[in-house]
């Protein structure tokens, strides 16, 4: 273990330098002594004891009296207990924030297990650090989360959950019970915090020290019945422990604030009235957004913390009442010094130190500084962590010997101070690059390693920029890597690889599911959830069927991206013989179980682990239908797309087809942004802030994204090429499938094609699909290609964002996008398969255009057509507009989602919690 250098001998200053006035002994606390061992599960069961019938917890519509919460916190503990929780044990919490939260946390710690909180908001990467740097002995979520999670979490939702929590006692949990006697020094929770490396780190805290954090508040701020306190943090923030714990262990009511509300002020101000609130803790940046709103709020008492409190702020919500500004680090308990707020002073002091802490004001050789000079922050006695999980020399590192109490420990901050004349320490900023943004720690190293970590970025820089007081933002810089092609294949494999560990994980859970069945992984763009099975189904239907529709249909088939088998199972039954490939061994192995189990399959399938590119084990020109059916999302770039296409070409026979199926359309991409964004909206918000995200969320992309012309322009570009054809997605449902995916359609030249034959063009006419029906019944023409067709599909997300694009309101904006597209006198395409062989193609345009409906072209035809007819030359597309207006230019006929998009998608998932969402 590291030791700090010793201190000089007294009154001998350090070689080279003069004496110095005489040093300021340590900080410590009016009341110095700790509070007395205690655990948080007996604190909170004395109260319980006191206040049976008193409301505990309140979220929303749910109400737990103290005995309620007692009782259910008991049963799943002895469930916990069951499943092997314990002293010096972790349970994983990844949980939405709702009263079974609480439950949750109090039922862990009863069970003598420390908890780690995870907010299930958090990007799927960071859960996955942490989640396995902690090595939890359980997880428990609900079974809504469950699927994003390593297998074998405890859903507390589930039917046979509720079954087994029903057969437990309610009672005290004791040590007889537990798997070892609970002490004060055992672990009661792990917080992960922003870590200069560039991976977060695991903060254990004991309960001795919990202990001693809620005996100090609990004397400073004396709590009752009638109080209610407002918890707004979220629970992987340490500041939601005294919110969630003192009340508990005071008899007073905590109120659950749900999300939403946190981030709106005039929604929080108005739950503040209606719920009687009494106490609010917050960080400056929320009080902020408070005071900004201008709203009046019930008499509080206002805590604050977690970042650097600018004194007109502090001027500003004494209004609210009476103001205690809170500092310390997540290593020390959550608040270490505290001080009410005197109107008269100036620049607010961070105070004191609390209970059972000393603090020291140290130079660079731990000698103590004078009053009125600038120190490095230590901190010492009961509120001490026990260190980092799993990292002991990080951990010696930071927490020092105590050079004034030999024996014990001291934890460094990094944080610079100067003590006042008062005795109040000051706040001075960092010794080192670490930050405060929005009440949480950053390390700029840490930002700077993630982008880095991006084989796009050769250079990083991150500023800490404070435009107004109090307003922190980070701005990065990153220099582009200078672009070579063998870089490009090597970052495209890269990321090739990162989509097959993704598939890797998701497929190892497949192995229950029948074969065709899984659509696990279909959620809804708009609002997350599973896509219903029934519109899943008809998705599997159409896709089927127009595969074979395809010339005299398929008999040798080869499917690139397998998957699961979703047309592997209804298409080799009629196949000769059906190959298949998939860059993730676990769906290859997951089908072979299942096919094994078919003996009409097992002979006439073949699978093989490979990625779409790879062509080395396939026999050329020995197919006759190639499918590659929504994966080319997956695809690193348009470039490798193109790789795919002309490989696929070649193990293809003369004739044969090559199908691109569920492709997402870059035209539509911005509609269908701006239409997810709509969906969570609400009337009042800002236009300009919405116009932001949707621009922000089409270039954080990273799926790979295809403008329909690329097909339609590859016959002039492929000799081997017979013809192109776009076709929009066949389906009643409406969903972002049938709105903004197509499938291309590929034939290869036999050598024996005819010149191509005019097709006559009709625009669509004045009186719609009736008109249009009506000249086909007249005419009766062999082939009329239609243009300019409305797409009753689109019309109401394309009409919310005209309104956008007009700089229109949100409210203005919603009420285009809620009139949905039943209400248009717009078709749907899937209408114009009524009109005999029709078909709906795209190859026209696709984005919106002077009338944004008329986005889609058809080709209805009456009479038996050539299995391979040739296709009209299309037109040149024309400009696709964009927030801000962007110059003339040939338009992209790919996005690449490599970068910048990859990037920007990327650094969240490797970077602190606080990024992702604002906290409270």
């Not at 070689?15 to 009016?30: F, Y």
């Not at 916190?73 to 044990?89: C, F, Q, S, T, V």
């Not at 497929?507 to 065709?516: C, Q």
């Not at 389906?731 to 034959?757: C, I, K, M, P």
Request: hydrophobic share 40%.
């Amino acid at each position: 273990m590291s030791r700090p250098p010793a201190p000089p001998a007294p009154g001998l200053p350090a070689a080279g330098t003069h004496p110095a006035p005489a040093p300021a002994p340590p900080l410590a606390a009016s009341h110095p002594a700790p509070a007395p061992p205690a655990l948080l599960p007996e604190l909170f069961e004395a109260q319980s004891a006191r206040t049976p019938r008193a409301t505990a917890v309140v979220f929303e519509g749910t109400v737990l009296g103290y005995a309620e919460l007692d009782a259910a916190a008991n049963r799943l503990a002895r469930l916990l207990i069951e499943h092997g929780a314990g002293p010096e044990r972790t349970v994983a919490l990844v949980l939405p924030r709702t009263a079974g939260l609480v439950v949750a946390l109090l039922a862990v710690l009863k069970s003598g297990a420390a908890y780690l909180p995870i907010d299930p908001d958090h990007p799927a990467g960071r859960i996955a650090h942490v989640l396995a740097d902690a090595e939890p002995t359980l997880v428990l979520t609900t079974e809504a989360l469950a699927d994003r999670l390593p297998p074998g979490a405890l859903t507390v939702d589930s039917a046979a959950t509720a079954e087994a929590l029903a057969r437990r006692a309610a009672g005290v949990v004791t040590d007889a019970e537990r798997t070892a006697p609970l002490h004060p020094q055992h672990p009661a929770y792990v917080v992960y915090t922003s870590g200069s490396t560039g991976r977060p780190k695991g903060v254990v805290v004991p309960h001795a020290a919990l202990a001693n954090l809620l005996d100090d508040l609990r004397r400073r701020f004396p709590l009752t019945e009638r109080d209610r306190w407002p918890a707004v943090a979220t629970v992987a923030f340490d500041m939601a422990v005294p919110e969630l714990y003192l009340p508990l262990v005071s008899g007073a009511r905590v109120v659950l604030v749900p999300r939403p509300v946190v981030g709106d002020p005039a929604a929080l101000g108005r739950l503040l009235h209606r719920s009687g609130a009494t106490v609010l803790q917050a960080t400056p940046s929320l009080w902020r957004t408070l005071v900004e709103h201008g709203g009046e709020l019930p008499r509080l008492r206002v805590l604050v913390g977690a970042e650097a409190l600018p004194a007109p702020l502090a001027a500003a919500i004494r209004r609210f009442g009476e103001v205690t500004n809170l500092y310390g680090p997540t290593e020390t308990t959550v608040w270490s010094t505290a001080a009410q707020l005197d109107p008269a002073t100036g620049d607010p002091t961070i105070g004191a130190p609390i209970a059972g802490t000393r603090v020291h004001l140290l130079d660079e050789a731990l000698r103590p500084v004078p009053d009125g000079e600038l120190g490095e922050l230590y901190i010492a006695g009961a509120g001490l962590a026990r260190g980092y999980a799993g990292q002991p020399a990080l951990t010696a590192e930071r927490f020092v010997a105590d050079p004034f109490a030999p024996g014990t420990r001291m934890y460094r901050t990094g944080d610079l101070a100067r003590r006042g004349a008062d005795g109040g320490l000051r706040f001075a900023g960092r010794a080192d690059t670490q930050v405060k943004v929005r009440g949480h720690r950053i390390e700029l190293g840490e930002v700077e390693a993630a982008m880095l970590r991006h084989p796009g970025v050769a250079q990083s820089a991150v500023l800490a920029r404070e435009d107004r007081p109090g307003d922190v933002r980070l701005v990065g810089y990153a220099v582009p890597a200078r672009p070579a092609a063998d870089r490009a294949e090597t970052q495209d494999a890269r990321q090739v690889e990162g989509w097959q560990a993704v598939f890797d994980a998701e497929y190892r859970a497949s192995a229950g599911i029948p074969l065709g069945e899984d659509f696990r992984l279909w959620r809804s763009s708009y609002d997350g959830r599973p896509i219903p099975p029934e519109q899943m189904a008809e998705w599997q239907d159409t896709t089927v069927a127009r595969i074979r529709a395809l010339g005299p249909g398929p008999g040798r088939v080869l499917e690139i991206g397998v998957g699961s088998g979703l047309l592997l199972a209804p298409l080799a039954p009629h196949c000769a013989s059906y190959w298949a490939t998939d860059v993730s061994a676990a769906a290859i192995e997951a089908l072979r179980g299942k096919i094994a189990r078919v003996p009409e399959l097992a002979d006439r399938v073949r699978l093989s682990v490979q990625p779409a590119d790879a062509v080395a084990e396939l026999p050329l020109g020995g197919f006759d239908t190639v499918v590659l059916n929504s994966v080319a999302q997956y695809f690193p770039s348009g470039g490798y797309l193109l790789r795919v296409i002309e490989r696929a070409l070649e193990l293809v026979a003369p004739g044969g087809t090559v199908f691109l199926g569920d492709l997402r359309n870059l035209r539509t991409q911005r509609c269908l942004q701006a239409a997810i964004r709509l969906a969570g909206a609400e009337p009042t918000d800002d236009a300009g802030v919405l116009r932001k995200e949707i621009e922000a969320a089409v270039l954080a992309e990273e799926e790979l994204l295809v403008d329909p012309a690329l097909f339609t322009a590859l016959p002039g570009l492929l000799p081997e090429l017979a013809d192109a054809e776009v076709l929009l997605r066949r389906g009643g449902h409406h969903n972002e499938l049938t709105r903004h995916r197509y499938d291309a359609v590929l034939r290869r030249r036999t050598g024996g094609e005819q010149s191509s034959v005019p097709v006559p063009e009709l625009r669509w006419p004045e009186g719609g699909l009736d008109a249009l029906a009506l000249r086909l019944e007249a005419q009766r023409p062999a082939r009329l290609r239609v243009t300019d067709v409305p797409n009753g599909r689109l019309a109401h997300e394309l009409a919310a964002l005209r309104v956008l694009e007009a700089d229109g309101t949100v409210a203005q904006a919603l009420a285009a996008h809620r009139a949905g597209p039943g209400t248009a006198p717009d078709p749907d395409p899937e209408e114009f398969h009524r009109l005999g062989e029709g078909s709906a193609t795209a190859s026209r345009s696709a984005g919106p255009r002077p009338k944004p409906a008329r986005s889609t072209s058809c080709s209805p035809h009456r009479r038996p057509h050539p299995p391979h007819p040739p296709h009209p030359p299309p037109r040149a597309p024309g400009p696709r507009r964009s927030w801000p207006p962007a110059p003339t230019c040939r338009p992209a006929r790919a996005n690449r989602p490599s970068w910048p998009g990859k990037c920007a998608r990327s650094w969240p998932r490797n970077c602190p919690d606080t990024w992702c969402r604002a906290p409270s």
